[in-house]
């Protein structure tokens, strides 16, 4: 069985005083005049573009995003991506590891799971010079190496992820965050169980009870937070996982259907077609 091609932090550099691993690139630095193409690939890491501006394309999860002045596209560990991107392009590549943040700060833990719901986010002026302001700090404190810097990159970093944060946020209650942080907090958790498990286990009651929780209180979270149903949800992620085996490997059907956890690959085959209008190889020969 063939796997997606998984891309670890470039150099494997780990700043001192962090349980995990960080990186910042200036892009005309990184790019020195050339153009960027990257193959479709997964991260082991977080990866964060900001273009303050340049021409090229993004495609996330088969999402195509063109690349525009004073966007961020944020990619979180286990999503797949393509990249082209201009020699003349002008901003920042942040890449972390979830440890750089694992002991750090419950919030800012929840925080980065919530804004890596979105892959992609578009600036105000304002808020996104704040965004380029940070990341000059961030630039400053890794060339200082003062006293506590890692401490000072990941300040930053917080106060970035609440720019993103705010984008996706505009004005609610107190009494509705609380009620929606709660609901995203277990929606993160139960995305995670799905994409841990989802070989063995597809069925809803399952994921419920490894929560706690009933079929109904799981099903409210998700129509809360995303308008769709558990099943749904399941049925998004088998899929989304069956296309990037597809086009980013040369498996055969049988063995991605196997890897997904379905014996009966005429079955698997089925399903396929069903949600998507193509059977497997129909779809891998239309859009690799």
């Not at 393509?82 to 750089?100: A, H, P, R, V």
């Not at 609440?162 to 995203?184: A, F, G, P």
């Amino acid at each position: 069985m063939q796997i997606i091609p998984v891309r670890n932090i470039h150099s494997r550099i780990k700043e001192p005083g962090t349980s995990g691993e960080f990186i910042i690139w200036n892009l005309r630095e990184l790019l020195a005049g050339k153009d960027m193409v990257q193959e479709l690939h997964r991260h082991s890491f977080y990866f964060l573009l900001i273009i303050e501006n340049g021409t090229g394309e993004h495609i996330i999860d088969f999402i195509s995003y063109p690349l525009v002045d004073r966007c961020i596209y944020l990619i979180h560990p286990g999503q797949v991506h393509e990249l082209m991107l201009s020699s003349n392009s002008k901003g920042y590549l942040l890449q972390f590891t979830d440890e750089f943040y694992l002991n750090y700060d419950i919030t800012t833990n929840q925080i980065l799971k919530e804004i890596s719901q979105n892959s992609y986010y578009s600036a105000a002026p304002e808020s996104f010079e704040k965004i380029l302001s940070l990341m000059a700090t961030i630039k400053k404190e890794i060339s200082d190496k003062k006293y506590r810097y890692e401490y000072a990159i990941q300040v930053n970093l917080q106060l970035l992820f609440v720019e993103l944060l705010r984008q996706k946020h505009n004005l609610i209650t107190t009494q509705t965050d609380e009620k929606k942080s709660y609901q995203l907090k277990r929606l993160e958790e139960f995305k995670e169980l799905i994409a841990d498990n989802i070989s063995d286990h597809k069925q809803i009651f399952w994921y419920a009870d490894q929560m706690n929780m009933t079929t109904y209180q799981l099903n409210s979270i998700t129509r809360a937070t995303l308008g769709k149903t558990c099943s749904k949800l399941i049925n998004d992620h088998i899929l989304l996982e069956a296309k990037r085996y597809l086009l980013a490997t040369t498996n055969q059907i049988n063995q991605i259907s196997w890897h997904l956890g379905y014996e009966d690959v005429s079955y698997f085959i089925r399903f396929f077609k069903k949600h998507t209008g193509y059977s497997p190889e129909a779809f891998r020969n239309n859009f690799k």
